[in-house]
């Protein structure tokens, strides 16, 4: 539940810097999909767990990749 409630607040940061601010933030946008995906790992029932771990390993290969990307290239990420 807590994953969902981040994802959330983190969606409604991106459409404000997005929207209102003309700022379009990629890293606020991956964070919350991230963070979506590992909320819904915790939604399913015991039964699929394979479904589960599949999804809590997406969440954190997808957020390692948002670290390689600024470490590595940070222009792509903070265009300004």
């Not at 959330?8 to 606020?28: A, E, H, M, Q, R």
Request: proline share 4%.
């Amino acid at each position: 539940m807590i994953q969902f409630t981040i994802s959330l607040f983190l969606l409604v940061f991106y459409v404000y810097y997005g929207i209102l601010l003309d700022v379009p933030s990629l890293n606020l946008l991956i964070m919350a999909v991230g963070f979506a995906l590992a909320g819904a790992a915790e939604f399913l029932p015991t039964e699929r767990r394979r479904t589960a771990g599949v999804l809590r390993v997406s969440a954190i290969l997808l957020l390692i990749g948002l670290l390689a990307l600024i470490v590595f290239a940070p222009e792509i990420l903070f265009r300004g």
